[in-house]
């Protein structure tokens, strides 16, 4: 550790030392449209040799714009304004002799027309390929109207979801999301609830990275998806109104509201939606339970479930940017998830002998009526303390969670001649849950000479939950506390971190990136209940290397390397139950422990059009589900476990062209091998697998402002842990048309108009032997209208940073189960 902060220390005076020696070079210039001149427009010095980023800047209320600190170089200028095309000027140079260069005047040229006060802009790309990550622009795609934000997750490259809504990246679990560069101290499942209640109107675009450098937490076994909200840029009052209405098995209804009040040093900015999704989803389950011995089939239980979601939620968002100064903004923000409603199951168990004949009938009724809270906020300040681009930020974060979760559970047993074999048993279970959690960071950013940038920050988190299940039976019509299934557990975490971060161009060919994170994490949880508990510390270190290379102007190469951990989710540690019916439940291990994975990748870019890349990562005691078996009781559990060592080969390819004038087109195919290697109650596990996946956008733009898309994806079979899953697919429809002036669109979204979409799979090692079938209400209509209305210019971005938290939201889950 005191190596360690002596390395910092070193390298802050090294940073120090070298950033004195920066030249005072200027680049000035003039823009205007006729003779209005051009205000907040963005420009973007580049180099000349490469075309990267070396500083940004804004014109004046004049048109005006000054670079400052600029050393000896060739360079070019982009210019970006809202309402024009952009604009390239040719190569220039600062040299010995001349440290200031005035471009001629700009004369922009307008791309839209400004309706009503509407700027229509040209439409992105669906996709954007860059060298660091991938950028899905949710807009672009027509068919993502009257979707969640899983779904348009789903249908973004290299993403799959799984059954349960969990998200993999190129065929590995364990991603970090981020919304709005923050974490959302969700789990998996409960995560993947709140972005099936997000309406696609809400988002802007979606980042995906596989390798994140050493700013990010160490978090994400397979890397970091950032899911960008609306945030408007344009001064004056703007913002746009959406209303959508879906049919499927059942009816859903989305809708949104997103405002933006910017002035000269205030920014006040808000959003709302209300989401209403009554679902529906059946679940079929055949046991075969044999002898362990002869291996000779003793039972069958054929479990057959419906189920009937009912949902309603609210998502808030607001906040407020101050200039203070030229050199300092501090903004805050709050943002809240709220949602309840119910969810009822009816589940028929057929229980039959070896030779098929019926022998019982169970019948289970499970209502359930939960609700999930969420309210947090945030304060973050931003100080620039000079043009050259030193740059210190900082976040200070509270979130907390509450949960409750009532259900009530009521088996009946008749025998085959449909006749009553014992008296009806009733369960019943509280679950409430409280989580709270504190965290703040700094980051501070150093441009060195010769090309080079340095990084260094800190980060601390403190978490504390508390899960309380408590379940009871009705005997002689009195509700008696079941021991057995009742657990109160409570979970603290406080997690440290520190990490810097060097990159540098070293020609104009060659440029890379060195980054370490140390991470120390302290643990501890406590079953009231049983009295047992447990601790645990360590701290770990967290590479990452990034090296880039140019061979020519259409040819762009990167090799990358991380060391990643990912952490159980919370309530996956805490051994409560949560039932099914009475022969299937799902129970938390409080003995899991963190996995922690390598992952390299090598990245190839042609023209910006095709991107290729091959990876491979080894990942350590792996998190996954796992099917249990009680032979005594006849009974079926899925919990977590460290099951193996695991190593994946992964190789992709990703194509996006606009083809012609009225078709755009976007590609996408993966192929992975998995090898999981390691132990299974006490059994050797050691299977392994390939699968591909592949899916793909069609747009077409038509006259009079119509367009219409075509997408979808396809999954082959593949092994997950203990489970075989079976190929999946997906088709989608989409229209859109543009009216009133181009201030509404008017569209009109068939999601898997096919019905390919739903789970098979089956899980046979030791003594299970399941077969598994999953359908849900997935083919639905959807249709919905959008207005938009704004009055002013393009303004700057606010500060789009991390906050203070970046892991911990991704670990909540609901009090009510796994």
């Known amino acids: 550790m005191r190596k360690l902060l002596s390395v910092i220390v070193l390298l802050g005076a090294a940073v120090t030392s070298q950033a004195q020696n920066i030249q005072d070079g200027t680049i000035s210039g003039k823009l205007a449209a006729g003779a209005k001149p051009v205000e907040s427009a963005t420009i973007n010095l580049l180099l000349a040799k490469d075309s990267s980023l070396v500083k940004a800047g804004l014109t004046d209320k004049s048109g005006n714009f000054l670079l400052e600190h600029i050393k000896n170089g060739r360079y070019l200028v982009q210019v970006d304004a809202m309402g024009y095309q952009k604009y390239y000027s040719a190569a220039f140079a600062l040299t010995e002799q001349q440290h200031d260069h005035k471009l001629a005047a700009i004369e922009l040229t307008a791309a839209s027309q400004e309706l009503n006060g509407v700027v229509v802009t040209a439409k992105k790309q669906f996709v954007e390929q860059h060298l660091d990550k991938t950028v899905v622009n949710v807009d672009a795609s027509p068919s993502n109207a009257g979707l969640s934000a899983l779904d348009v997750l789903e249908k973004s490259p290299g993403i799959t979801v799984d059954k349960d809504g969990n998200v993999s990246l190129k065929g590995k679990g364990g991603v970090l999301i981020l919304v709005d560069g923050k974490p959302t101290y969700l789990s998996a499942t409960d995560l993947a609830n709140l972005l099936k209640n997000m309406p696609s109107t809400n988002l802007d675009q979606i980042e995906i990275m596989t390798n994140p450098p050493a700013k990010y937490d160490a978090a994400g076994n397979s890397g970091v998806i950032n899911i960008r909200t609306k945030k408007l840029k344009m001064k004056g009052l703007n913002g746009s109104v959406t209303l959508g209405a879906g049919i499927g098995h059942n009816p859903k209804s989305n809708n949104s509201f997103n405002i933006n009040y910017r002035t000269g040093k205030v920014n006040l900015f808000g959003n709302y939606s209300y989401n209403y999704n009554k679902g529906y989803q059946t679940l079929d389950l055949t046991r075969n339970f044999r002898d362990q011995n002869t291996y000779e089939l003793l039972n069958v239980f054929q479990q057959f479930t419906k189920m009937e979601p009912n949902y309603q939620s609210h998502t808030f968002k607001t906040g407020m940017d101050i200039t203070a100064s030229k050199k300092t903004t501090i903004g805050f923000v709050v943002n ?9 199951s009816n589940n028929t168990t057929n229980i039959l002998d070896a030779h098929g004949t019926l022998d019982s009938v169970t019948l289970a009724h499970n209502i359930q009526r939960d609700h999930f809270n969420n309210v947090g906020t ?15 930020t900082a976040d200070l974060d509270y979130i907390h969670y509450s949960s409750g979760n009532h259900q009530e559970f009521q088996n009946i047993f008749y025998n085959n001649s449909n006749s009553k074999t014992q008296p009806d048993e009733f369960i019943r279970g509280e679950l409430p849950s409280n989580i709270n959690i504190y965290s703040a960071k700094v980051d501070y950013t150093h441009p060195l000479k010769h090309n080079a940038k340095f990084e260094a920050g800190a980060k601390s988190s403190y978490v504390k939950t508390d899960n309380n299940a408590l379940y009871s039976t009705l005997q002689n019509d009195k509700w008696i506390e079941d021991a057995g ?4 557990f409570i979970y603290k975490e406080n997690i440290n971190a520190v990490y810097v971060n060097l990159n540098k161009q070293f020609s104009k060919k060659w440029s890379g990136q060195l980054g370490l994170r140390m991470e120390n994490t302290n643990a501890s949880g406590d079953q009231l209940t049983t009295d047992q508990n447990f601790k645990r510390n360590y701290t770990q270190l967290f590479p990452t290397s990034y090296i880039g290379y140019t061979l020519n102007d259409k040819n762009q190469f990167s090799l990358s390397y991380g060391r990643r951990i990912e952490r159980p989710d919370y309530q996956d540690m805490n051994p409560f139950y949560y039932f099914l019916d009475k022969y299937t439940y799902q129970v938390g291990n409080p003995y899991l422990k963190p996995q922690f994975s390598h992952n390299i990748e090598l990245n190839h870019t042609y023209g910006g059009v095709l991107t290729s890349s091959i990876g491979f990562s080894r990942t350590n005691d792996i998190i996954m ?3 249990k078996q009680v032979d005594s009781t006849r009974t079926s559990f899925q919990t977590k476990a460290n099951i193996a060592a695991t190593t994946t080969f992964t190789a992709s390819m990703s194509f996006n062209k606009q083809l012609t004038k009225w078709w755009r087109i976007s590609l996408y195919g993966q192929g992975n091998y998995n090898h ?15 699968n591909f996946m592949t899916n793909f956008s069609n747009q077409f733009e038509l006259k009079h402002n119509w367009g219409l898309e075509l997408s979808g994806f396809y999954r082959s079979s593949s092994v997950e842990g203990t489970i075989v899953s079976k190929p999946m697919g997906l088709m989608n429809f989409a229209v859109s048309k543009q009216i ?22 089956y899980s046979r090692y030791q003594n299970v032997d399941m077969v598994i079938k999953n359908h849900w209400d997935n083919r639905v209509v959807n249709i919905s209208f959008t207005y938009r209305f704004s009055k002013g210019v393009s303004a700057s971005p606010s500060r789009k940073g991390s906050s203070a938290s970046d892991e911990e939201q991704n670990r909540v889950k609901k009090g009510g189960g796994n």
């Open 485 to 488: 299934r009742s657990n109160h």
């Open 378 to 392: 945030n304060f973050n300040l931003r100080h620039t303390f000079d043009t050259a681009g030193r740059e210190l």
């Open 740 to 761: 009133m002036k181009k201030k509404g669109t008017i569209k009109l979204n068939i999601r898997d108009f096919a019905n390919l979409q739903y789970f098979r799979g």
């Open 336 to 344: 809240g998830y709220l949602e309840h409603g119910s969810f009822s």
């Open 676 to 690: 999981f290697k390691g132990f299974v109650n006490t059994g050797i596990l050691d299977v392994s697998g390939f």
């Open 625 to 627: 589900d796992v099917l």
